[in-house]
């Protein structure tokens, strides 16, 4: 049985990502700040025969993240992909942004992935050496902005920069045990995150949420030769390099 944790699992992106995890048959530990949402879809895949393990967790709380790490220790005692999917967007100009929203959007983007890569490290190791073929995978949701700046996204570009960085040192440290980590970097998809951008953009831009699970599903399935630090998904149009 392989086994996955998603976090942000509740609406968006990373619902789509745990729907077709499900499909293709993992057992999950879905994980959310609020709960009826995270409830609602946990019984709705379990109509499905997924065998899914709900938690809510605040990634802003440092407690939360170790007690998430922990329930999916105790629960499956292994993980094959941990998809680092939940965050939080926040727009302000450099001149502007409170230091307040800074801390916040740090916290959640950065801070808690890498505390629950350091927490879930064991497990991911435990599941490569059972499969070495396979290894074990993390995927995270970074940004374009991460990769290029954008005006009015200086705290939130600046947390997937560091989340960029972070999946690539984390390969570079663990491949040896079999695990690789992919930051996965799309423009603006159509959820709830980026609502405020249907009027000015167009819905008919924007990407799809199906166009982002589609990626994670062909890491997860590569073998262990094969890593992938980056990957952009740029909104098809005349400019590469924007959100
Ligand atoms: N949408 C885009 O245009 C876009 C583009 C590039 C990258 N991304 C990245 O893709 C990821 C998913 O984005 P999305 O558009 O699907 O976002 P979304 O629709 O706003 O959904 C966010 C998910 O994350 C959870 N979440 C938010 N804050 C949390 C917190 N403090 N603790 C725990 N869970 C929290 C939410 O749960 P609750 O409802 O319970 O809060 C929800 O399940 C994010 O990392 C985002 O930065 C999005």
């Not at 994980?31 to 605040?58: D, M, Q, Y």
């Not at 949701?141 to 290029?148: D, E, F, K, Q, R």
């Not at 690539?168 to 959820?191: F, H, K, M, Q």
């Not at 980026?194 to 699970?213: F, N, P, S, W, Y």
């Amino acid at each position: 049985m392989k086994t996955a944790l998603v976090t942000g699992a509740s609406r968006g992106i990373g619902l789509e990502i745990t729907r077709r995890l499900a499909a293709e048959g993992y057992a999950l530990t879905i994980a959310a700040r609020r709960e009826p949402g995270l409830l609602e879809v946990a019984a709705s895949l379990r109509e499905t025969g997924a065998e899914i393990h709900a938690v809510v967790a605040n990634l802003a709380r440092e407690e939360d993240i170790t007690r998430l790490a922990a329930e999916h220790a105790e629960k499956y005692g292994a993980l094959d992909l941990l998809v680092l999917n939940g965050g939080v967007g926040a727009e302000g100009r450099v001149a502007e942004l409170p230091l307040k929203t800074y801390d916040l959007v740090l916290n959640v983007n950065l801070r808690a992935q890498f505390q629950l890569i350091q927490e879930t490290l064991p497990l991911l190791r435990k599941s490569a050496g059972t499969a070495p073929a396979r290894g074990a995978k993390i995927v995270a949701l970074a940004s374009i902005t991460g990769v290029a700046g954008e005006p009015g996204l200086a705290a939130y570009g600046a947390s997937k920069a560091g989340l960029i960085s972070l999946c690539e040192t984390v390969t570079l440290e663990e491949s040896r045990n079999g695990i690789t980590a992919t930051a996965l970097c799309p423009g603006y998809v159509d959820t709830d995150m980026a609502a405020q951008k249907r009027d000015t953009i167009g819905l008919e831009t924007m990407l799809t949420t199906g166009d982002v699970a589609e990626l994670v599903l062909a890491v997860s399935r590569l073998s262990a030769h094969a890593a992938v630090p980056t990957i952009v998904l740029s909104r098809a149009g005349e400019q590469i390099w924007r959100a």
